[in-house]
């Protein structure tokens, strides 16, 4: 008689996973007695035996009214089970382990396997399994079925089970569902003797941080108090890791580099060293404060407060077609637009994810920032500096808020909002390290590609044809730049900045570099140069202009990926260049015409 | 007890779920965070400016705007 195992546990546990590393590629749909809906079932070799597997469907209660634990019902009175699988989310075993007892107590063998225990292991949750499987009187072992671990161990205690215990009878099958208060106190008690839940608040103290953090009045206020202190943070640390940085760069620089000047020829030594090393050491320079944004961010979302600035956010969001959840993303392209796109994944709406995605590069990153930064310093007063900076942002905000309202007919959102608030979490140092470094990681590996290109990009650009003065206006570069005169005069550019503009297309931190190229200076000697080139109402339409036109190669590279669609990319830049120009013209127009 | 919506509780005034109204996806992610009929549900705070409900239903704080509350049945003590 071929014995049977059948696999239970909620949905999005990784179940069907974990199936197919059991039954390989012999899985077929079938069948079965007492239900009336096909499952995917298989026949394996365990230990010598031939074994059925069935793979029932997800649910959440035994005694559920779904359709899906109707079926289990019927599945379990219907059909002999020798063994039952169940499977659990290591990382959500409190709200998982009532299921979990209510199947043990069935009067079936019983197995538990705890995926995703890698993950677990990540956000710091311990388990004691020799406690658990006390608890529930079956066998736990802890598996990540997405990378393979701990699966042989699985099948090897599936095979003893099936051995050690007698075939069972769908009689011997006692109806004995505990009541569910009952199983729940017990769930609790069993989780406090075996496992160990990372430091979270008790919820007493989560209750009452959230009566000021969620206050009606505070609320808001606070949440932009606690922006601000994050932004202070990342640029009081970030500024002198910058520093080090470049400090480094330029030693290295002397010390390495321009030693090769007599070794390498001319064009060569340009182009490796002038070109692709200094093109690369600005934007080098920048990625501790890129780095410092991406930890702060993990450190909101792991800490619970994402879902609170949700909730402040969500009733302005949803007037616009978003979501608190927009809100959230929309800041943390403040840091860098990247991650910030990459966030919109857990939505499920693909109108909502869209218009999401649209507004998104409006937000004014740390790699624009470092443009408007020296501009601001460099041609207006320190008084005047910060109140430019400062419009700068309300204008990031207004184009982004304003986008939304222009496109959310075409695309809002029909999903409902519907988010867990979670007990405040302190993240540990580690935790909040290594996902900062994961998604730096990611991002550095698919920036660094673009930025390589772009840098050897403007050296090309500025030093061909070889007769024409580097950065002049008879290089290619300044070619491209005369064409686009006409186009941008009127809102106050002229063919140099021009050229600075194209090659800000490809990454923002370029920008400071193509400058340095075209202008022949760096550093203080090119920001008194560019007092000279240009007065305060030109650099802020340049300013404008810049915050809003495109966004960097990687931002729209991500933003094809994300959206799947060419179609969506090409309405994304084409808005922005025209929303830019537009921004740019009645502001230099205006200011003209007022006198200024 | 009277059968309302659970828009319609007053903050802290617990009911018991009865029914789920809402098209399936939906209604699997209610279920998935906890909202099954016959469990408990209380509503602990408004967002300003007609924003999302706080819900807490068994340990579990849940937000959710109010018209989609709207789609949850619940017995209330009168």
Not at chain 1, 193 to 203: D, F, K, N, S, Y
Request: charged letters at 15%.
């Amino acid at each position: 008689m071929l014995k049977r195992i059948a696999l239970l546990g909620m949905p999005n546990t990784g179940k069907s996973t974990f199936f197919n590393r059991l039954t390989g590629a012999s899985a077929r749909i079938g069948n079965w007695p007492g239900i009336t809906v096909d499952l995917l079932g298989a026949k394996i070799l365990l230990g010598g035996d031939l074994v059925e597997v069935v793979d029932l469907p997800g649910l959440y209660d035994l005694h559920g009214f779904a359709e899906d634990e109707q079926v289990v019902r019927r599945f379990l009175q219907s059909n002999p089970v020798d063994l039952l699988c169940i499977i659990l989310n290591a990382t959500q075993i409190d709200q998982q382990l009532p299921l979990a007892l209510q199947l043990c107590r069935l009067g079936l063998p019983a197995a538990v396997v705890l995926n995703m225990a890698d993950e677990a292991e990540r956000l710091g949750i311990r388990f004691d399994p020799v406690a658990l499987a006390a608890g529930l009187g079956s066998p736990v072992g802890l598996i990540s079925a997405k990378y393979g671990q701990g699966c042989a161990e699985a099948r090897d205690t599936l095979r003893r089970m099936l051995n050690q215990r007698p075939a069972a009878d769908t009689q011997a099958l006692q109806a004995n569902f505990a009541a569910d208060d009952a199983l729940i106190a017990e769930a609790e008690t069993l989780l406090a003797r075996a496992v160990t839940m990372p430091r979270m608040l008790e919820a007493g103290l989560s209750e009452r941080i959230d009566r000021i953090a969620l206050h009606p009045v505070l609320g808001i206020p606070l949440f932009f108090l606690a922006l601000f202190l994050l932004f202070q943070a990342v640029y009081t640390l970030g500024g002198p890791l910058q520093d080090g940085m470049a400090w480094l760069l330029e030693h290295f620089r002397d010390w390495a580099l321009l030693p090769l000047q007599s070794i390498l020829p001319g064009w060569l030594y340009g182009l490796l060293v002038e070109g692709l090393y200094d093109g690369l050491g600005t934007v080098a320079s920048f990625v501790p404060v890129i780095v410092l944004f991406f930890l702060g961010m993990a450190l909101v979302e792991d800490s619970g407060y994402l879902s609170r600035i949700a909730f402040l956010m969500d009733a302005l969001m949803a007037k616009l077609g978003l979501d608190g959840r927009s809100f959230v993303m929309l800041l943390m392209g403040f840091g860098c637009n990247v991650p910030a796109l990459m966030g919109t994944r857990v939505m499920r709406s693909r109108g909502l994810r869209l218009l999401t995605l649209l507004i998104i590069p409006f937000s004014l990153c740390s790699a624009r920032l470092q443009v408007f930064v020296f501009l601001s310093t460099a041609l207006f007063t320190s008084s005047q500096a910060p109140l430019v900076l400062f419009t700068l942002y309300v204008v990031s905000f207004l184009t982004a808020f304003g986008t939304a309202l222009l496109f959310k007919n075409g695309l809002g959102s029909t999903e409902p909002l519907l988010i867990e608030l979670p007990p405040y979490r302190l993240p540990t140092l580690k935790q909040v390290g290594l996902r900062g470094w994961r998604e730096v990681h990611h991002f550095l590996s698919r920036a660094s590609r673009f930025i390589v290109a772009g840098v050897v990009m403007i050296w090309l650009l500025t030093h061909l044809p070889p007769s024409a003065a580097v950065g002049g206006s008879e290089t290619l570069a300044g070619i491209f730049g005369g064409w686009l005169e006409p186009l941008l005069q009127p809102i106050g550019i002229d063919q140099r900045m021009a050229v600075v503009l194209l090659f800000g297309f490809v990454a923002k931190e370029i920008v400071l570099g193509a400058m340095a190229v075209v202008y022949g200076l760096e550093g203080d000697a090119l920001a008194q140069l560019m007092t000279q080139q240009m007065d305060g109402v030109q650099a802020f339409s340049f300013m404008l202009f810049t915050l809003i036109y495109t966004p960097c190669l990687s931002t729209i590279a991500t933003l094809r990926s994300e959206s799947k669609s060419l179609a969506f990319t090409g309405v994304s830049i084409g808005w922005s260049l025209a929303l830019a120009w537009l921004l740019s013209f009645l502001f230099y127009q205006s200011a003209r015409w007022l006198g200024y | 007890m009277t059968m309302v919506r659970l828009s319609e509780l007053a903050m802290g005034q617990p009911g018991i779920i009865e029914d789920l109204d809402a098209e399936e996806p939906f209604r699997q992610r209610l279920q998935a965070l906890g909202f099954r009929i016959g469990k408990q549900v209380r509503p602990i705070r408004q967002a300003l400016f007609g924003g999302p409900l706080q819900v807490q239903v068994g340990s579990v704080n849940i937000i959710l705007r109010r018209h989609d509350a709207a789609q949850i049945y619940v017995w209330a003590e009168c």
